[in-house]
């Protein structure tokens, strides 16, 4: 697997982990993960998740990960703040100052990692540049060499929505269906590892990681 070094932007943690403190509440498991024609590689990822000690750590290789399913060069992962339901860019890999100002905060389903938080379920834009809902982004896509978009929401046990994991490739097109249905069930592993160190961070811990 290529690895890469994506960058934490960790500072807004402080707001969007509030929900998430204290013992975890019992509640129905979002159900069996089948994994799949990707089942080996998935499993080992999913292991590799589960043995990060920080939530500074996991946000890297659940993006990392990310990037190497869909075959892409950029992403970003976002997580939810519940008090606004917006989606705070926490970790990227690929992009400029440009990109991460204009998408630091997401509100509202006027983008495509937005619109797929509003649905609940993932969207892709097979060309940014033919996509209406684009068109308020597309100078920022340009200058950032963006033509195509997935996003896919992170889901814990409960199958909640705790973020957005989205790719972007520099050629328009869509990926393979297995491909992304590979990257749903990728969202529920990586999203039950994120949520469980959510849940376990104190004030004191985000404070030293943020």
Known sequence: MTRRTGQNLLGPLRHVTTFYRGPATPGPAAGHIELGFH???????????????????????????????????AGNIQLLDRDDDSLVLVTEFGFGAEFLDHFAVVRG????????????????????????????????????????VQSTPLLDRRGRMIGMV????????????????????????A????????????PDVQRATG
Do not use: N
């Open 109 to 148: 389903p006027g983008s495509v990692c937005g619109r797929a938080a509003a649905r609940g379920e993932q969207v892709v834009v097979e060309d940014v540049r033919q996509d209406p809902a684009s068109l308020p982004h597309r100078g920022v896509f340009h200058a950032a060499g963006v033509r195509a």
């Open 166 to 189: 989205s790719t972007h490739r520099p050629e328009p097109g869509r990926p393979a269906e297995l491909d992304l249905g590979s990257m749903r069930l990728y969202s529920q592993l």
């Open 39 to 73: 089942g080996p590689w998935l499993g080992e990822l999913a292991g590799e998740l589960r043995d990060a000690q920080r939530l500074d750590a996991v946000l890297p290789k659940v993006l990392d990960g990310a990037l190497t399913l869909m075959g892409a060069e």
């Open 191 to 202: 999203g039950e590892v994120v949520a469980r160190h959510l849940a376990g961070m104190s």
